[in-house]
């Protein structure tokens, strides 16, 4: 049984690991951004997956003290990335409900972002539909403080939440991220093709740049080209990679 105590160890003990998805942009051919993921490398254990711990750090609130250090991880290691003469690239890190509710929390991200030395353009922060839901009025005006210190926000798992389209057009977002539900059965589903389509073009109407997640095939790639998405994230591209591997992928030039 996993005790909260458990993981606040792991986070004294610097157990915690970011791996990194990359992003491929379809129209040049490159990576252009990575996606942040947590995972637990524990010293019995080996690797653990978030979906084993994330959900117990939700409801203790440890997952803002884990958010602060997945913050500050992803940051020093784009800057240091950019310092080893890498070309620049856009890190993408998932904010959770409690975290973005904290009060604090902006000016925690301004100050991450002034000790890491990290250009905010290279910072992306991916909010789920359900969490801008939970408020959208105090969302929307920290989405616009967020957007004042220059980072990039995402909304992430869209089409899964209840966002009404009018909410939508109030959101300082630059991009949308098709969950990987409605990608998953192209090209067997009518119904998810026919959604992430719309999906496509709704974020095209609204100037927003759109990735779709989870592309594991050919075929779904081909589909999404056809709809008009330029960027696909998913094991088509590649799984999450740790540091090491991620620099060695890019060093491939694509
Ligand atoms: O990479 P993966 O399958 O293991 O991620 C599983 C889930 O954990 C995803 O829903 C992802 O959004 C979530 N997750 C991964 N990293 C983080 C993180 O740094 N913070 C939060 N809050 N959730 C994360
Ligand atoms: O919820 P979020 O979108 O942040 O979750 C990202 C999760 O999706 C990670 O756990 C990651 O490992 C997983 N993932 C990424 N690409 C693929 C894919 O192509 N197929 C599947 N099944 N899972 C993926
Ligand atoms: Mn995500
Ligand atoms: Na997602």
């Not at 616009?144 to 926000?153: D, F, I, M, Q, Y």
Request: with cysteine; hydrophobic share 45%; glycine share 6%.
């Amino acid at each position: 049984l996993l005790r909260v105590e458990a993981l606040r160890h792991a986070l004294e003990q610097n157990e915690f690991v970011l791996h990194y998805q990359p992003q491929l942009d379809l129209a040049s051919g490159r990576i252009f951004a990575a996606e942040a993921l947590l995972r637990w490398n524990h010293p019995q254990q080996g690797l653990i997956s978030p979906c084993e711990f994330v959900p117990l750090a939700e409801e203790t609130g440890l997952i803002v003290e884990i958010g602060e250090w997945v913050l500050d991880a992803a940051c020093r290691q784009n800057r240091a990335w950019q310092d080893a003469g890498l070309p620049s690239l856009i890190v993408s890190v998932n904010v959770s409900a409690r975290q973005f509710a904290e009060k604090a929390w902006v000016s925690r991200v301004a100050r991450t972002l002034t000790e890491t030395g990290l250009d905010p353009q290279y910072l992306e922060l991916e909010l789920t539909e359900s969490l801008i839901m939970q408020d959208v009025p105090q969302a929307i005006a920290t989405m616009h403080e967020l957007e004042s210190l220059g980072v990039r926000l995402a909304i992430d798992d869209f089409g899964t939440g209840y966002s009404s389209l009018s909410a939508l057009k109030r959101f300082p977002v630059s991009r949308l991220k098709i969950d990987r539900s409605f990608v998953k059965d192209i090209p067997d589903d009518e119904d998810d093709m026919a959604i992430t389509a719309a999906i496509i073009s709704l974020a095209q109407k609204l100037k927003l740049d759109v990735i779709a997640e989870g592309v594991e095939t050919q075929e779904q790639l081909d589909f999404l080209r056809d709809a008009g998405c330029n960027e696909i994230q998913g094991y088509w591209v590649s799984r999450p990679l740790p540091p090491a591997a991620f620099v060695a992928r890019l060093a491939t030039g694509r």
